[in-house]
């Protein structure tokens, strides 16, 4: 085990840190400026803890690829969006 595995998502530095954050950053765009965004301000009290969630969830195939912020952090790192490119990046 290294140390980054020990760290909490938000303060790793590997490719899980930088696809959470790279995605973080855009549900947050989404949230705010998108008024068809299927998050609201009003139903989002803690965005990083659902961004964590939804990341968790793109490395188990439980969560749905097909969202507006993923596929935009896909689109900022260069990555196909799917779930294989999504966990190969991730796993790297």
């Known amino acids: 085990m290294d140390s ?14 930088i696809f959470y954050a790279t995605y973080l950053k855009h549900l947050l765009d989404c949230i705010q400026f998108d008024v068809d965004y299927v998050y609201t301000k009003e139903h989002c009290k803690d965005v990083p803890a659902l961004a964590q969630k939804i990341v ?4 188990t195939g439980s969560a749905s690829k097909d969202g507006k912020a993923v ?5 900022d790192l ?8 999504i966990q190969q990046f991730i796993n790297q």
């Open 78 to 85: 260069k990555i196909n969006h799917t779930y294989k490119a």
């Open 4 to 17: 980054q595995s020990l760290l909490p998502i938000n303060l790793r530095t590997d490719n899980l840190g």
């Open 71 to 75: 596929k935009l952090a896909c689109q």
């Open 56 to 59: 968790n969830g793109l490395l």
